[in-house]
């Protein structure tokens, strides 16, 4: 899936603008225009996957910016992992089934777990579990309630279940441009097997680096791209100056 670390830039929708939160948190929301001209930036300057998010459907419960999902998908042709608001099977399947690249499973697969193998079975590479933590702690309903579970032994369950993909965010340090904690990427890295995609906190492109280096298979950035604290470019450059030296 990751053949090599991908940076991945955020398209996060609310109200079917490109917005980011602050630590997950509603009405924290600094909003960045049309969600289309983002993505078609972003691979502009070089992003082979898009992370995009329904915030109000991750919230709500019910995908309500799916037209700027499908007009993201129509006009670009690079993968698209998709977030917010998918609660059933169905839900997922047809997503899959209608282009979609990868699905995240959140607060649907910690409610009901069994939809992770369900999903799998016929889509072996498009399920991403999304672990989102607070705390040390697992939470869900659009980051608003806490589980009591830990990330870590929640990755392995899932990897058993078939995820191919845990994409684990550091709600603690989301939005707030103050650096990663790559410890708590490198913990979960190490209970699995398959790729995690670290989020939350980046500011620098030496985040970046040190998320690769805690074995993180991607990374996903949305504050400091949008803030203009580095360029895509110039990150993507830095991993891959990295990766010829190894």
Do not use: C
């Amino acid at each position: 899936m990751f053949e090599h670390f991908q940076v991945i830039p955020a398209v996060d929708l609310q109200n079917g603008k490109v917005v980011q939160l602050v630590g997950g948190e509603r009405g924290s929301e600094t909003e960045y225009g049309d969600p289309l001209a983002a993505a078609e930036r972003w691979v502009e300057e070089g992003a082979r996957t898009l992370h995009v998010v329904d915030l109000d459907g991750a919230f709500e419960g019910e995908r309500t910016n799916a037209t700027a999902v499908s007009r993201i998908a129509r006009a670009t042709d690079v993968s698209i992992q998709l977030g917010g608001g998918i609660r059933s099977a169905a839900d997922a399947r047809e997503l899959l089934d209608h282009g979609v690249d990868r699905v995240i499973l959140g607060t649907a697969a910690i409610e009901e777990p069994a939809i992770v193998a369900d999903v799998s079975e016929d889509y072996p590479e498009g399920v991403v579990v999304s672990l989102d933590a607070k705390a040390g702690e697992v939470v869900m309903a659009g980051w608003t309630e806490s589980t009591g579970i830990d990330p870590a032994e929640a990755a392995q369950e899932y990897e058993k279940r078939g995820a191919a993909t845990i994409l684990f965010t550091d709600v603690d340090s989301e939005g707030r441009l103050a650096g990663v904690e790559a410890d708590l990427v490198e913990r979960v890295v190490d209970a699995v097997s398959i790729p995690v995609i670290a989020s939350g906190g980046v500011a620098t492109v030496g985040d970046v680096r040190a998320l690769r280096e805690a074995g993180a298979a991607a990374v996903v950035v949305g504050s400091a791209l949008y803030e203009g604290r580095f360029a895509l470019g110039e990150a993507i450059e830095a991993v891959e100056t990295t990766d010829h030296e190894g």
